[in-house]
C-alpha cells in the first residue's frame, strides 16, 4: 500500500446477527482508499450503513469479512496506536470539567505532563477560536461552542485521522454552515485526513474533496464523485453554478441508489431529499 494510502478498505462486508443466525447485512463488498490529508464524505439513505463503516475504520466494531487497513498496519493496531480521533454528533463532553480540562483528558490518558498538556490545550483552543473559553463549562457554551470543544479534543493528540460521524445533524442551519467553514478551516490549517459521514448533500458537496455515494441497505458504494471546486471555499462557493451541478450529481446518484424507494418510511427520505438532504 503506498504510504500516502491512510484508509484501505478490502471486500469489507458486515452482518448484524443473533447468534449464529444473521439477521441484517450492512455492508457488502465495500473497497476504498482514502489517501492522506483528503476530506472524503460518506453520504447515503439512512440505515446504509455509512456510521457503521466509520465504525470499522475506527476500530469501534468489526467487519464480517474483508479487510481494514490504517496507516499500513491492521485496524486494531492503529487503534492502539491511537492514530484516531473521533467526533459524534453529540459533543460528549465532561460538565464537571471546565473546558481546558475535557481538551486535555486524551493527553492525561496517555501520560503527558502537565506543562505540555497546558500548552496543547491552549494551542487547540486558540485554533478553534476558543481562547478566551479555557475556563469555561461546557453548559455555559452553546451547542457549536460546544462542538468546536470536542473536535479540539480529537485533534489535541496529534492523530492521523480524523473521523466525524455526523457532527452537525442536531446543530440549526445558520449554525451548521458556520460550522461547515470552521472545519474546512481547521482541515487546512492541520492537513489531517478526514472521513466524514453525513445526511446532508449541501454539506457533503462544501466540504469535501470526493464524496462516497452509499446504496439503500445492504450498503454499497454505487459511485465516488470528485468534489472539484476551487478551494479556500466560502459564501460564494455555495452560490457557484459548480457547486449546485455537483449537489444534483449526488442526488441523482443517490435516487439511483435506492435512496427514493417509497417504502415504509421512505416517503419521508423523499421529501428531505427534494430540499437537499437524505432522510
Known amino acids: ?9 478490502s471486500g469489507v462486508d458486515k452482518i448484524f446477527g443473533h447468534g449464529d443466525v444473521p439477521v441484517t447485512t450492512a455492508l457488502d463488498s465495500i473497497n476504498l482508499d482514502i489517501g492522506r490529508g483528503e476530506f472524503v464524505s460518506l453520504i447515503g439513505p439512512s440505515g446504509c450503513g455509512k456510521s457503521t463503516l466509520l465504525r470499522i475504520i ?21 487503534r492502539r496506536d491511537r492514530d484516531y480521533g473521533i467526533v459524534f454528533q453529540a ?3 465532561m460538565d464537571w470539567r471546565t473546558v481546558e480540562d475535557n481538551v486535555k483528558l486524551p493527553l492525561e490518558v496517555m501520560g503527558w505532563d502537565a506543562g505540555r498538556r497546558s500548552a496543547r490545550a491552549a494551542e487547540m483552543l486558540e485554533l478553534m477560536e476558543l481562547g478566551d473559553f479555557l475556563h469555561h463549562h461546557p453548559y ?12 479540539a479534543r480529537a485533534l489535541a493528540f496529534e492523530p492521523a485521522l480524523l473521523l466525524m460521524d455526523e457532527p452537525f445533524g442536531a446543530l440549526d442551519e445558520m449554525t451548521r454552515e458556520r460550522m461547515n467553514s470552521e472545519v474546512l478551516r481547521i482541515w487546512e490549517r492541520t492537513g489531517i485526513t478526514v472521513v466524514f459521514v453525513t445526511h446532508s448533500i449541501p454539506e457533503a458537496v462544501f466540504l469535501s474533496s470526493r464524496v462516497v455515494v452509499m446504496s439503500a441497505r445492504p450498503g454499497r458504494i454505487t459511485k465516488v464523485i470528485d468534489i472539484d471546486l476551487p478551494r479556500p471555499r466560502g459564501e460564494l462557493t455555495r452560490e457557484s453554478p459548480r457547486y449546485f451541478e ?6 441523482e446518484e443517490l435516487r439511483r441508489g435506492g435512496a427514493l424507494v417509497d417504502d415504509a418510511g421512505a416517503g419521508s427520505a423523499a421529501r428531505t431529499m427534494a430540499e437537499g438532504a437524505v432522510g
Do not use: F
Open 246 to 251: 455537483l449537489v444534483t450529481e449526488v442526488r
Open 58 to 78: 475506527g476500530d469501534l466494531t468489526e467487519p464480517t469479512g474483508g479487510d481494514a487497513v490504517i496507516n499500513g498496519k491492521p485496524a486494531a493496531q492503529a
Open 1 to 9: 500500500m503506498p504510504d500516502a494510502t491512510v484508509v484501505q478498505l
Open 140 to 151: 455555559q457554551l452553546s451547542g457549536g461552542m460546544q462542538q468546536r470543544v470536542a473536535i
Open 91 to 93: 459533543p460528549v463532553l
